[in-house]
């Protein structure tokens, strides 16, 4: 049973969305028009992650959401989570384990772009499926426009920053995440101390579910790469842009655009519970896998800060 989290208090309502603004941002000023250029040097990886991430993963989860028989709004935010692009944490992860960060760069640049469309198109779907009585509740084109704001404007300001000024945008980098890592943390801790007993008593029936669909992303994200020959660093990238999410994006958009707390809980735990899950992929497949070479982000123009950008909650 889903009760009411008690998350209406400025700290939240006002800090996550500006902690996922700073986010973004920063990854604005990492990019630049090269990253989506680069698409060219490996179309085959890009397009076959495409295709896992925005077709292969949302059935996977609505698979998973009917075989676990979640309550209504619960269901909608796993596929809402299913449905957020990867988060800049797969940049990190891809860097730890040796896989093609470029290529990271690129796809993470791409999905921004993509989730425009693909996430409320997914969440409506998702909603008139499982709630199809709440004409309340859904993504109409206010409510996307919103979307584009909450997604695609920061990163827009964070390239035109880099464009007009190269140098400001490197020496922003660290400043932006730290501030970034800081104000999210912040409204987390803040989230979780006043709704800790409704978290825990969630947390059970959601730990397994969000486990296991990172567990089946990553190696998703993995495996059809390597079975169709692409290149073991960038099967390492698209494990991890496929199987990190970025759940804080996914959080603040069931809260503040959707408006309903409750259905941001699957990504509130997968938030937690996704570092441990990549973590201990990531050192299964190197152990496992054939050794990558490490690709060589500064040969392809990557800023040198790209390769360790990422959010604490993605």
């Known amino acids: 049973m889903v009760h009411t989290w008690r998350m209406g208090s400025a700290l939240t309502t006002i800090g996550l969305p500006v902690a996922l603004g700073i986010i973004m941002f920063g990854l604005g000023l990492s990019l630049t028009p090269g990253d989506f250029a680069r698409v060219a040097k490996h179309p085959k990886a890009v397009i076959i992650a495409l295709v896992c991430q925005l077709l292969v ?19 909608v935010g796993m596929m809402l989570l299913a449905a957020s692009p990867g988060g800049t944490t797969a940049n990190l992860y891809s860097h730890l384990f040796r896989g093609d960060v470029a290529l990271n760069i690129s796809l993470t640049a791409i999905n921004s772009v993509l989730a ?40 827009v300001l964070g390239m035109l920053v880099r464009w007009w000024r190269p140098g400001f945008a490197d020496r922003m980098d660290k400043p932006v995440r730290i501030a970034s890592v800081v104000i999210l943390v912040i409204v987390i801790a803040g989230a979780i101390v006043s709704n800790l007993e409704l978290l825990l008593e969630n947390f059970g029936s959601l730990a ?10 990553l190696t998703i994200g993995y495996l059809v790469p390597r079975l169709l020959r692409v290149g073991p660093a960038q099967s390492i990238a698209s494990s991890f842009e496929i ?20 259905m941001s809980l699957p990504a509130a735990v997968y938030g ?32 040198a800060a790209a390769a360790g950008a990422g959010e604490p909650v993605s």
């Open 243 to 262: 199987g990190i999410h970025n759940a804080t994006l996914a959080i603040v958009i069931a809260q503040t655009v959707i408006g309903s707390v409750e």
């Open 116 to 155: 425009v469309f693909t996430l409320p198109l997914i969440t409506n779907l998702a909603i008139a499926y499982f709630l199809p009585g709440d004409d309340g509740l859904g993504l109409q084109l206010a409510k996307v426009v919103e979307v584009f704001a909450i997604v695609l404007l920061p990163v």
């Open 272 to 303: 937690v519970l996704m570092f441990f899950v990549a973590l201990g992929f990531g050192f299964l497949i190197r152990r496992r896998g054939p050794a990558p070479e490490r690709a060589d982000a500064a040969a392809d123009g990557v800023p």
């Open 208 to 217: 397994a579910i969000t486990v296991l669909f990172c567990v089946l992303s």
């Open 57 to 75: 993963l949302p059935a996977l989860c609505l698979g998973l959401v009917l075989v676990f028989q979640l309550p209504p709004v619960l269901a």
